[in-house]
């Protein structure tokens, strides 16, 4: 039996690594840069070694960013006693995409997951609680999960009894979905956070 | 509205034209560069030029490979005067994985699709002519599409009249599958194809 050459397989191995990529469509892409020219081949390495190179991690919030502080630390349009608490450094542009948020970001890095050997001490929570000054509000925007939900309440008691306004994203049923699909538990909490109109 | 770092951007949108790889996998995968160490990042790069500057297509079937003309073409235990054609260079791994094929490769570089402009002389079709010799089995390996079937039509068609035995892939029901599930067109095909036991 006949495999692929080398460099191919190497490649291919290289590429399924990457989350949500299979060895099949590793295989389609090794092809593709096959077949593909010299210049994209070239643009498409020097682009890798370039993320690695240029991109750092914002000291401030922990945002990706080309300048160290990221330009949302540093807007001066930005409220910055307005700090959303996300999970992944990913999370921020979620939030930049509705065009509607104002404040700035923290990125824990992770969250709570015991089972994982992931505690407290392994989140960025102690430049969190630098940040957070008398009067800040505190945006819990961990995903809806049972650790992201553990992580929002542990922040939630580091804080406990200061005058910091700690809120959570609102759960209920999204807009566009259809009733009958929509899960009990999320159905539950949209009735029990029904709002007067 | 704020968006990732310039150079994050660039490869997201070269991972995104990849065949089979959208915008939401190609974020993650150039989130996955800035989160992998700097030496696997750079052996991704190497990879991929390495994948360039090595593989070349063999000069006589027209297959990848790193020595020229490849190890099938060159193998003494190949039996050299059956020729299976197939559209792409990818395609001759997936019969080298039956391990059951013995005989040598012919790659097309391609189907006969007039609506996309491809017509004869697009196709690798002359190195074939060459290469069939009198007493040669040619197995038309074309994709089982109305372009697959044109194209081995085609290619029956160039060879009518001399003494060589042009074979096609049996079609049927695929092992393993359910009657229920099965196309009409796969099943009306194989009734009428039917074997004796």
Redesign the interface.
Known sequence: ????????Q??ID?FAK????GKK?A????????K?D?LQ????????????S??KFCTLCGG???IDPC??CTDPKRIQNVICVVED??D??IF??T?SYRGVYHVLGGILSPLDGIGPDKLNLNKLIDRVKDGTEVILATNPSVEGDATALYINKLFEGKNIKITRLARGIPIGSVLEYTDEATLARALEARTEL
């Open positions: 039996m006949s495999s692929f050459p080398e460099s191919v190497k490649l290289r990457f989350p949500g990529i469509t295989q389609r892409m090794a092809f593709q840069v096959m593909s010299n081949a070239a643009e498409l390495a020097e682009s890798i070694v370039n993320v690695k240029k991109v990706i960013t080309e330009h949302i450094a990913q921020i542009f930049e995409r065009a």
